[in-house]
């Protein structure tokens, strides 16, 4: 059974290899293809070329050097990579080599991203931008040291005819695509830093929404004035101040003429159904919070005060009281004063939570519960 | 593979809303109109990924409309027989429910004037990106965004906010395509000067600008880019930016095969946009020649039903008529075209497009 297991495993991964060998079709010099120029287009836009399904043993080589400088301390596997495809790219240099002045291009770039590399300080390497022009620009020309590349061009090759220009550029397309992978392992904590931030900052504005006080639009459309000045960096940017980047997630907010549901309480009142309904509207408030740490999403020590107008049925008919209105956390409290009498507006979930509080001692004390504990 | 960033426009998109702008590019990658695309077998060299950000305006929506039924149930519970409560809580509901006015206008009025809403809305495109960008490390791939409508002006602020500032991202993850369909970036530009700062040109030397090739189209006759069009100052297609950086298409007031000519899907459908797009998209300008664009441009219009077409543009040059000139006329405008787009799929000539349901309506 196990060998079986085994068996249909190892067909499965055979497959595997053999599908992404076939997604990956490197021309036979034996059989050449009917359109050079496709061949290398595909090779081009399936990064295959340079990549982990390449069959060149100088690019596994260097792959392996990349994957090792994953994990090293240092710089070193990704000179030692940088320098091997310099003398790579040596190679294709010299008298009667097609392609002369792309190659020296590229073996000037070379030598000025190892050269970069030998004098980056830990966790500041970086290799020159180009290799992102030309990786992401192949059929356009882009200036490379002083001269210009046009690292995937039309090829004048017949179709079923040998194509030398074909492997030129092949290889040229390698070390493109190589040094661009060496990029992305440079710049890659970057790329993690900034999702992390950004993550965090759309968890913000999520407990913005939802955990902070609840906003009406026109709520929402006063915070966000109030942003501007303290909130969001500028900078001059065309002799003009603009925006720039991303404005802080705001940590207080103004109430304004906010309407809700409130609870009248009712003196003796058992449970939550026995308090009234009220029209609570809030005139005008501050709100605030903190986040729970610098990285955190999580609202921490939210509290707010509002003038509040509560309207509510009681003894004598409906009447509006006037007070102050309290928040913290999720829970508020008004104490409001109507015809003389003071009295007291909750909302649902700090009634819940009250009568679920009363009925666990009353629970504990029918089923005896603080009997059993021992005094010393 | 290359990636595709597909960024919907105003309404109600969900996930899934871009399964039929994914067929129209492949079977565009495939035509038999352009034989090197085809034969070379370049629809399997592309990768989709959806944006969705409708989610943040739907969710303050979801907010309002909760939080107003509250309270309007209180009102009741108190006997509170009150106008000036009342009419704060119509005032609240004015957000709420469905119609194109809520589930459209109002995603832009919220997108333009609400500071946390453009915030969050930039910051969940962001997200989206950057998350699918990282699944490919440590070889960033190269991606092109293609973005309709408010999508154009939101993806178009998120990269400037992204790139610039403190902590901005490495140039090495710019896209290297921006494709911005019906762009209304003009419109609603709120980050302060004109809309054309000079980070967000293509393709600077010294790997400065927000990406490599620009394109940008728009309709004679669609009433959303025409109200304030994207312009750029002449410096954008001048050295130093690079030769071909900056495409800009506007389509003639003939080229209608649908009223709706502010659908994404009658953008693609036309040779003059698709084919600059295809080229930006495979990186080979020669990959469609332009004698085979021309043929392609003649096929489509030979497609027109002059009847719809007549009628299309009849109704389009009213409403172009009207030249809205500030956001009040505009919006009138808009519910204008909505209410035309909406007369021409019930009386059976045309289908809806660009996710736009009856019932939303």
Redesign the interface.
């Known amino acids: 059974m196990i060998r079986l297991q085994r068996f249909c495993v190892g067909v499965l991964l055979a497959g595997w290899v053999l599908a992404a060998r076939a997604a990956c079709s490197f021309p036979d010099p034996a059989t050449p293809p009917a359109d050079w120029t496709q061949a290398l287009r595909q090779l081009e836009i399936s990064r295959c070329a340079g990549g982990r399904e390449d069959p060149s043993p100088a690019v596994k080589a260097v792959l392996a050097k990349i994957d090792a400088g994953a994990k090293a301390p240092n710089y070193e596997p990704l000179i030692d990579a940088t320098e091997f495809l310099i003398v790579f790219a040596s190679g294709h240099q010299g008298p009667g080599k097609p392609e002369p002045e792309a190659w020296a291009a590229l073996r000037k770039t070379l030598d000025e991203s190892a050269a970069g590399l030998r004098a980056a300080a830990p966790g500041q390497g970086q290799v020159p931008m180009v290799w992102i022009d030309l990786s992401r620009n192949p059929g356009q020309a882009v200036p490379v040291a002083g001269t210009s590349v046009q690292l995937v061009p039309r090829l004048a090759c017949a179709s079923g005819n040998p194509c030398p220009a074909f492997w030129e550029r092949l290889d040229m397309l390698r070390v493109v695509r190589l040094m661009d992978s060496m990029s992305g392992l440079l710049t890659g904590s970057r790329l993690d830093e900034k999702l992390k931030e950004t993550i965090q900052r759309d968890k913000r504005w999520e407990a913005y929404r939802a955990d902070g006080q609840h906003q009406y639009w026109w709520e929402l459309w006063a915070n966000g004035k109030r942003m501007k000045p303290s909130d969001c960096p500028t900078a001059m940017e065309d002799g003009v101040r603009r925006r720039t980047g991303y404005c802080e997630v705001p940590e207080d907010q103004l109430i304004i003429l906010h309407p809700d549901a409130g609870l009248a309480w009712i003196r003796g009142a058992q449970s939550k159904s026995d308090l009234k309904g009220a029209f609570l509207l809030e005139l005008l408030g501050y709100y605030r919070w903190r986040w729970a740490s610098r990285t955190s999403a999580d609202m921490d020590s939210r509290a707010g005060v509002s003038v509040a107008a509560i309207y509510a049925d009681r003894a004598g008919g409906g009447r509006w009281g006037f007070g102050p209105l309290i928040h913290i956390g999720d829970v508020n409290f008004g104490v409001t004063r109507a015809r003389g009498t003071w009295s007291l507006t909750i909302n649902s979930q700090l009634a819940g939570r009250y009568f679920d509080a009363k009925q666990k001692y009353l629970d504990k004390l029918k089923t005896g519960a603080f009997g059993a504990v021992e005094t010393p | ?2 990636q595709i960033f597909l960024v919907h426009g105003m309404g109600e998109f969900e996930a899934g809303w871009s399964a039929n702008i994914q067929e129209q590019v492949k079977g565009l990658l495939a035509s038999a109109d352009y034989p ?1 695309l085809r ?4 629809a399997g ?1 592309f990768e989709f990924k959806e944006i969705v950000y409708n989610d943040v305006f739907e ?2 929506r979801k ?2 409309r909760t ?2 039924a ?2 309007r ?8 027989n ?1 106008v000036a ?1 009342s009419r ?2 119509q ?2 509901d ?2 709420t429910g469905g119609g194109f006015w809520r589930t459209h206008v109002l995603d832009v009025v ?1 997108y333009r ?8 809305v ?3 495109i ?2 989206q990106i ?2 699918h ?2 699944s490919f ?6 991606y092109t965004i293609i973005a309709h409508s408010l999508g154009s002006a939101a993806v178009y602020e998120t990269l ?3 790139l ?10 710019r896209p ?1 395509n921006l494709v911005m369909v019906a762009n209304v970036t003009a419109a609603l530009w709120n ?4 809309c054309y ?3 967000m040109r293509p393709m600077l ?1 010294d ?1 400065l600008g927000s990406c ?1 090739h620009f394109a940008d189209f728009s309709h004679q006759l669609d009433p959303f880019s025409n109200f304030r069009r994207f312009m750029p100052p002449a410096t954008w297609s001048q050295p130093p930016a ?1 030769p ?1 950086s900056y495409t800009h298409v506007e389509l003639p007031r003939e080229d209608i095969q649908h009223v709706n000519v502010h659908a994404l899907e009658h953008y693609l459908g036309h040779p003059a946009v698709h084919v600059p797009m295809l080229r930006l998209l ?5 990959i469609i020649s332009d004698a085979e664009r021309d043929a392609a441009v003649a096929k489509w219009r030979g497609a027109r039903t002059p009847r719809v077409s007549a009628v299309a543009g009849d109704i389009l040059d009213s409403i172009r008529a009207r030249a809205a000139k500030t956001f009040e006329e505009e919006i009138e405008v808009l519910l204008d075209f909505r209410s035309r787009v909406l007369q021409a799929a019930e009386a059976g000539a045309e289908p809806l497009l660009d996710g736009e349901t009856g019932g939303a309506a």
């Open positions: 593979m290359h090197d034969a070379g077998g370049w060299n969710d303050w907010q309002w939080d107003s509250a309270a149930q209180a009102i009741t519970a108190a006997g509170l009150d409560a704060l809580l005032a609240a004015v957000t919220l004037y609400f500071m946390p809403v453009t915030e969050a930039c910051t969940r962001e997200r950057l998350a960008l990282q490390k440590p070889a960033p791939p190269s400037h906010a992204m610039t500032g403190p902590g901005g991202l490495h140039p090495a993850y290297a980050r302060g000067g004109s700062p000079s980070s030397p790997h490599y690079m071909n495979t990186g080979y300008d020669d």
